[in-house]
């Protein structure tokens, strides 16, 4: 009842229930038009300057087939996470927990296998754990009315326990090689984890696109009081982004078992922030200002280029820690300042 | 220019519209010191828009206000405030989590010394203030939340006398009191303009205005109709001049309801509503007329599963319906059009077509999977058939005016083929065209067979647009009347709870 009833009173306090008033009056558009084109295409344009920035510094290594294939190494796991992360920002929430979710599944295929499971019932037992946590958080977000935050806070954190519990604080190791393949093999020359990456990517793009849940999750997170009163269940709606974020969650942390040949507590920890930043830097490029697949994996692109191109340039991991929170600060301000003039 | 100040407050030729339409047109108000002014009007006449401007929520298209002949800039609520301007609101009046003495003196410097609050000095304050009111027995350290709503009212008043309030307006505020606490709050009201300060006094209960109120303005369709001594007018006349003139000829000819009943509502109760029974045939246009907060919005979102009803029963086509949702009561053929559009009809920020699909999405789906061309047909359909003004299916509805966003509301619902139709304030704020093209629209589908019940503060488009018209006051259905040649002052009066002579 909360989260729609919030929902409706933050519109009601936005737009009064007066006679005709509708958005922006006429006068005030041409200003936001103005700056669309520029704030829309702002975040693209500054991945393309990042880019072409140290392909001038280091031409002869940033630029190179490796390196690029580095990079998309590097962001396939995160292009994972962010990506259902997605779906639970175009309802309208967030899942504080996926990186958490992400280390305790890797834990749970790891114990699997090491257990002498095979590589399909580890892999399914891992993303059933991802399920449930998804499951425990749709749960408490659309049902209990707990915010978004604080569930999936507490669960971060239990769950985050839960990895410790199964991994017994050790770093989990040895695993079959046949295992190994799904995150260090390659095909037509490229790292297997891009192309899940790819097929995750693409199969949220196509479920939000061209499926009534995917349409659900649109109209719930732009205005669940509408979504309600035009017949959709809001709440199973809500409960199955955060399912969906907790078995992609699972999934990435499965691959990162495997690419790092080992699991321990904390290994997918750090994905949970560079996701949702991942995700607010795509939302600057929707013209409405909502999570969106692709500018999600552009999110995804420029956290890469900006950790792998500080690397080569030989900047230290603390400087580039500091750079990437400038980066998004920046990002984020300049889309609000061309959004100003209709919010 | 003048050394007498012959008025507190002078508002000139105030004038907004919001989006095209205009909330305001000219509105003149001036309030004296020392004087509680009545500002009346029916629902959607302009009297939030104004109180909003005089307090610097909104600032005007044109036209000036000048307090004690200084003009006032419009800088937001802040601005007012110094001016001395300020407002009470029903239920923002007062921050329930904080003492009550922080409350009165919220807002102002916090009496301090060396960094720390003074609690001694602020409780000081604060006492004074009640005093003034003669309210000192209300404890100042008390969370202001834990107070009756009466106290907290007096709790907002001293607020406001202490930051030297010239002009007092006051919303509704005895919406919440018992008649023993209005008393208490007259008594205060009439000490303050004792002591010259301006109260603007707004209110639907007319029998308060008239015992209480020196001078009233009575405003409709965003105009000042007139300012006037109370004494030398009565209740029926400030009713008919609230009121005005009809606008028969917006309204499309009457149809002839068929046999049957669609719709049978019997002792249907909810939070506000109490013990509702009343039946639409098909084809039969039923108006609900009454005032804000009378229970006619929680009336049609029980029908249409919206809310939950705590007793009574409601009967489709011959079959009781026990739905709980509206998803259940889509499917029973009963659709809703919302009253507050913005929040609760349409998405803003997306396209037409998929404001108009999600709420047709098994129609246009096969397997889960939606094919885009079901909604740019069911889109475009939609378009061409309410006319609706755009630059095609992908237009964001953010962008449509007002009429034309509702028109996509009703697209959504319309799609479905509703047997029952239910409109709450279905031309609520878009201009006389497009309400011309929806009433014809109501009618078009009664006369297909559509059992319809719309909703509206406006009397006259319940007169004009529905067979039949049932008021409601306080929860309870108050009277029945065909609209065909029915008195708005008659209904009225249904509205207000009084018997009818």
């Not at chain 2, 009111?133 to 404890?139: A, D, E, F, R």
């Not at chain 2, 297909?448 to 488009?461: D, N």
């Amino acid at each position: 009842m909360n989260t729609a009833q919030k929902t409706q009173a933050e519109n009601k306090a936005a737009a009064p229930p007066l006679p005709g008033n509708v958005s922006a009056p006429a006068g005030k558009r041409p200003y936001a038009s103005a700056l669309g084109p520029i704030k829309s295409g702002g975040t693209i344009i500054g991945f393309a300057l990042l880019v072409a920035a140290f392909g001038l510094m280091r031409p002869d290594v940033f630029l190179t087939f490796g390196n690029l294939r580095n990079v998309l190494e590097q962001v396939a796991i995160l292009a994972i996470i962010a990506a259902v992360q997605t779906v639970v920002m175009v309802v309208g929430n967030f899942d504080l927990s996926v990186g958490a979710t992400a280390s305790v599944s890797g834990a749970v295929v790891a114990q699997l296998l090491i257990a002498g499971q095979g590589t399909a019932v580890a892999v399914a037992g891992a993303l059933v754990v991802g399920a449930l946590v998804g499951a425990v958080n749709g749960y408490l977000t659309a049902y209990l009315k707990l915010s978004a935050f604080v569930a999936t806070l507490a669960t971060m954190t239990s769950v985050s326990g839960l990895a410790f519990i199964t991994t017994d604080g050790t770093t989990l190791f040895g695993l079959p090689q046949g295992f190994m393949s799904l995150g260090q093999g390659r095909w037509l020359g490229l790292p297997i984890p891009i192309f899940m990456a790819a097929a995750v990517a693409l199969v949220v793009w196509f479920v939000l696109r061209n499926t009534t849940i995917g349409r659900r999750w649109h109209a719930v997170g732009g205005n669940a009081e509408v979504a309600k009163l035009s017949g959709v269940n809001v709440n199973r709606v809500r409960f199955l982004a955060f399912v969906v974020a907790g078995v992609g969650a699972a999934l990435a942390g499965v691959v990162l078992t495997s690419r790092l040949a080992s699991a321990t507590a904390t290994s997918g920890d750090s994905y949970m922030l560079l996701a949702i930043a991942a995700v607010f830097l795509g939302m600057t490029i929707s013209k409405e200002g909502t999570a969106n697949i692709g500018g999600t994996l552009i999110g995804v692109g420029i956290l890469g280029v900006l950790s792998n191109g500080l690397n080569i340039i030989g900047v230290s991991t603390y400087v580039q820690q500091f750079l990437t929170g400038i980066i998004i600060i920046a990002a984020v301000a300049f889309s609000r300042l061309g959004n100003k003039g209709v919010s | 220019m003048t050394t007498t100040i012959q008025h507190v407050l002078e508002a000139e030729g105030i004038t907004k519209h919001f989006d095209g339409v205009f909330a305001l047109d000219g509105v003149d108000l001036r309030i004296r010191p020392g004087e509680i002014h009545a500002l009346l009007g029916e629902n959607g006449a302009g009297k939030s828009t104004l109180i909003k401007i005089l307090t610097g929520v909104y600032s005007p298209d044109a036209g000036s206000i000048r307090v004690e002949a200084q003009p006032m800039a419009f800088k937001g609520v802040g601005a007012a405030h110094k001016a001395g301007v300020v407002a009470l609101y029903q239920e923002l009046s007062i921050v329930p989590n904080v003492s009550v003495a922080e409350n009165i003196v919220l807002g102002d410097e916090l009496p301090s010394r060396g960094g720390l609050v003074d609690w001694k000095e602020l409780r000081r304050v604060a006492r004074k203030q009640l005093e003034r009111l003669n309210q000192g027995h209300i404890p100042v350290h008390r969370m202001a939340g834990r107070l009756t709503p009466v106290q907290q009212t007096m709790v907002a008043v001293a607020r406001a006398i202490a930051v030297e309030a010239k002009v007092l307006i006051l919303d509704e505020p005895t919406a919440a009191l018992t008649d023993h606490e209005i008393q208490d709050l007259f008594r205060v009201l009439r000490s303050l303009r004792a002591e010259g300060v301006a109260i603007l006094y707004v209110s639907h209960r007319l029998e308060e205005v008239f015992e209480l109120c020196d001078r009233a303005t009575i405003m409709r369709n965003g105009t000042v109709i007139t300012t006037t001594e109370v004494a030398d007018t009565t209740i029926d006349e400030v009713i008919s001049t609230m009121v005005g003139r009809r606008q028969d000829e917006l309204f499309p000819a009457r149809g002839v309801p068929g046999p049957g009943t669609a719709v049978e509502v019997a002792g249907l109760s909810g939070r506000r509503v109490k013990d509702a029974s009343f039946s639409v045939r098909p084809g039969e246009v039923l108006g609900i007329g009454g005032l804000a907060g009378s229970g006619r919005s929680e009336l049609l979102r029980i029908i249409a599963g919206a809310q939950r009803s705590s007793s009574g029963r409601i009967v489709v086509d011959g079959q009781e319906c026990s739905h709980r949702t509206v998803a259940a009561a889509l499917d029973r053929g009963i659709a809703l059009v919302p009253e507050e559009r913005r929040s609760q009809g349409v998405v803003l920020s997306q396209s037409i077509g998929e404001n108009i699909a999600v709420g047709n999405l098994k129609a246009i789906s096969k397997w889960g999977l939606v094919a885009g061309s079901r909604i740019r047909s069911l889109a475009s359909n939609s378009i061409a058939e309410l006319q609706i003004k755009s630059r095609g299916h992908q237009q964001i509805v953010g962008q449509l005016s007002g009429g034309n966003q509702q028109k996509v509301v009703l697209a959504k619902y319309l799609a479905r083929n509703p047997k029952v139709l239910l409109l709450d304030e279905p031309t609520r704020g878009i201009d006389v065209g497009t309400k011309s093209e929806i009433y014809g629209l109501i009618r078009r589908l009664a006369t297909q067979g559509t059992a319809v019940i719309v909703v509206s503060s406006e009397l006259p488009e319940l007169i004009g647009l529905a067979d039949r018209i049932i008021l409601m006051h306080e929860g309870r259905i108050s009277g029945e009347v065909p609209a065909e040649g029915a008195d708005e002052e008659q209904l009225l009066t249904y509205c207000y709870g009084r018997a009818a002579s």
